[in-house]
């Protein structure tokens, strides 16, 4: 087969609210190829994404990222690691490259999956998918009691674990965090998960959050996640030596593989959280699984989005029997739940199982999502780079 | 003073050539504040740079550039690093972000030194600006002949260092190689400076790099730059083990502080290279000098493009004596030559100096420029968000 066609659909609520809330807008990528249609999404700001995969060439490795897949053959997931090489290499000073191949190798799967009848997982390698245990992702409320209320709500709702992040953590006072943690700690109950997430608030100031700690461990905090920008490895890894027995998580900002491996080599994470829709996709994703396998470290999807990226995200380690914890958020916008009309729901055990299907075993439902669309186009020197297209 | 506006324009050479020349469009950006305007240039993608300036808020880390720069405070450098903290913050999840804000802080410095009527670099805390020492940096040529005869050309116009980059180099076999170094050392002769850039050419293949040293000593080749990926850390570790007394040198895809030290701390490159149009502009780049001071590292920049950028190049290391060597460009497209009308020409010694007027010291050719302007528009919803505005 050749990759005939590749659209992007700028999706958007009608207002977007300044909050740490990343379901509300979205990028849906569209591959065809030999008949068959695969479709991803990218975890991305999708104008400046949709301008990385169209923009003209700067030089020969400042290329559109469409350049290289555009006609591409694509028969097995050994072509798809061949376009990423491509792209690396004829789009490296693209800064916005990764997030943009993110979406489109998510599709490549999905539509390989269609092709040849199985899922996505099964392609990668593995013999079974296993189930895994979703913790619910939200945002902390705006006091101690909201924050008690919402999280009970959601433990009521059936959640064993929990993850609280942004909101006000870490920018005010220890005290007041404290307060915020063990409010969470009384709405989940003693025998619940709990999870933290600093959102980099504190940059790559270690004693912001060393003064942390005590409360998480008075609260009983499974990990710390991101208390740190992405970058400060030297940081990270002094507070995980610190931590114990919290583990520190992050990863998220990771947009390659070489990121991913530094979080684990040298920031010492205990888990390592990879959005399959910001690293480069779903082939980026399982490399970093088998690194963290390898390595001993704990891989761990970053969703936040909707159900086909969810999907995505738990491709890479559906396999890996281990690894058993998934996020899973519950504070969806009306477009990211409506962006398919399955969802990946707890089954009785309260467990999230990767789709059985062909592909990534969900689609966008079309129909509903022509609402959210957003009308975008740009125009360089008299001619139309990028116009929306009908969906 | 209150940032009133920020103006972006493109420009590019009418034929974009698919070579690895990165002087054949550009981003230029003027911030007007207090009566004063400051230029400063981006070495990225001009429209996805544009985008990434202006495009809808995703959600609250992933916001365009310009909402932290807008109507900002600017009355001293703090005044900078505070913006650079916001756009940190705000754009978080916008990976173009740090290519946009490294032509907007050039142009804040440039702006201060026009109302101090100072030169960045005393903004910077140098009392003086060392003369600097231009290495030649030039493409190889197709065969060893052409390589030969382009660096004795250069050597007869005053030049006694030069490095030769991409082109075939790294290609195809360490025998082809070393015909191709041989040849730029004859070009040369025995007293000048060699280096060589792979231009990451051998990905994260360590045995692909360490099968050129021995041609490369032969050469006697002063550094090797980029042999990888910038984020493969680990390999250019490996490969600086080996490589004495051959320096390795890398760092131009930094697009954070926290790469450059990885580069120095991780790495063990001898030379970290770094685009002040990419890094995040001159306040990022002074950070890294004074780290690689502190670690023993030898600070250099990476310059491909106009003047402007040059000088901009320039101010972050003007006043460290003891790191005396720059990149100069010698092979600009006539865009990057025109975009200034004045030019740092090497002195009776043969070095350059870092300017001593206000600001850059050296500005935009207005007139000339108009000839190169691309003209891009970019609408959501009817709303339109970028138009090339006058020059």
């Given at each position: 087969?050749?990759?005939?066609?590749?659209?992007?659909?700028?999706?958007?609520?009608?207002?977007?609210?300044?909050?740490?809330?990343?379901?509300?807008?979205?990028?849906?990528?569209?591959?065809?190829?030999?008949?068959?249609?695969?479709?991803?999404?990218?975890?991305?700001?999708?104008?400046?994404?949709?301008?990385?995969?169209?923009?003209?060439?700067?030089?020969?490795?400042?290329?559109?990222?469409?350049?290289?897949?555009?006609?591409?053959?694509?028969?097995?997931?050994?072509?798809?690691?061949?376009?990423?090489?491509?792209?690396?290499?004829?789009?490296?000073?693209?800064?916005?490259?990764?997030?943009?191949?993110?979406?489109?190798?998510?599709?490549?799967?999905?539509?390989?999956?269609?092709?040849?009848?199985?899922?996505?997982?099964?392609?990668?390698?593995?013999?079974?998918?296993?189930?895994?245990?979703?913790?619910?992702?939200?945002?902390?409320?705006?006091?101690?009691?909201?924050?008690?209320?919402?999280?009970?709500?959601?433990?009521?709702?059936?959640?064993?674990?929990?993850?609280?992040?942004?909101?006000?953590?870490?920018?005010?006072?220890?005290?007041a965090d404290r307060d915020q943690v063990l409010a969470a700690r009384e709405g989940l109950g003693a025998d619940g998960l709990l999870c933290v997430d600093a959102g980099t608030v504190w940059a790559d100031d270690l004693a912001l959050g060393e003064a942390r700690l005590a409360a998480l461990r008075e609260a009983k905090v499974y990990w710390l996640e991101e208390p740190f920008h992405t970058g400060a490895l030297h940081v990270y890894k002094a507070l995980a030596t610190l931590s114990a027995p919290i583990y520190i998580a992050g990863g998220e900002g990771a947009h390659n593989e070489h990121m991913a491996r530094h979080m684990i080599d040298y920031a010492g994470v205990g888990y390592v959280q990879i959005d399959t829709g910001r690293i480069g996709g779903i082939t980026v994703a399982k490399r970093v699984v088998d690194y963290a396998v390898q390595r001993g470290a704990r891989y761990i999807n970053h969703t936040f989005t909707s159900h086909l990226a969810l999907s995505a995200s738990l491709q890479p380690y559906a396999g890996v029997r281990e690894h058993h914890l998934c996020e899973y958020p519950v504070e969806l916008k009306s477009l990211a739940y409506d962006l398919t009309s399955e969802h990946l729901l707890p089954d009785?055990?309260?467990?999230?199982?990767?789709?059985?299907?062909?592909?990534?075993?969900?689609?966008?439902?079309?129909?509903?999502?022509?609402?959210?669309?957003?009308?975008?186009?740009?125009?360089?020197?008299?001619?139309?780079?990028?116009?929306?297209?009908?969906?």
């Open positions: 087969m050749k990759i005939e066609a590749v659209d992007f659909f700028y999706l958007s609520m009608p207002q977007v609210e300044d909050i740490g809330d990343g379901s509300q807008d979205a990028l849906l990528v569209r591959v065809a190829a030999g008949g068959y249609v695969g479709w991803g999404e990218c975890e991305a700001a999708p104008l400046v994404t949709i301008a990385a995969m169209i923009c003209p060439m700067s030089h020969s490795a400042c290329k559109p990222v469409l350049a290289s897949v555009l006609g591409a053959s694509l028969d097995s997931p050994a072509d798809i690691a061949r376009i990423h090489a491509d792209v690396h290499q004829n789009s490296m000073d693209l800064l916005q490259a990764d997030h943009a191949l993110s979406g489109i190798d998510i599709a490549l799967w999905d539509l390989l999956g269609q092709r040849y009848q199985e899922p996505v997982w099964k392609l990668l390698g593995y013999e079974r998918a296993y189930p895994k245990t979703p913790y619910a992702s939200m945002l902390f409320g705006d006091t101690p009691q909201e924050t008690c209320d919402k999280v009970r709500a959601t433990r009521e709702r059936g959640f064993r674990v929990v993850k609280l992040g942004w909101g006000p953590y870490g920018k005010t006072t220890p005290e009785a055990n309260g467990d999230i199982q990767t789709p059985d299907q062909p592909g990534l075993g969900i689609a966008p439902d079309v129909a509903a999502l022509r609402n959210y669309l957003v009308d975008a186009e740009i125009v360089v020197n008299g001619q139309t780079l990028y116009k929306t297209p009908a969906l």
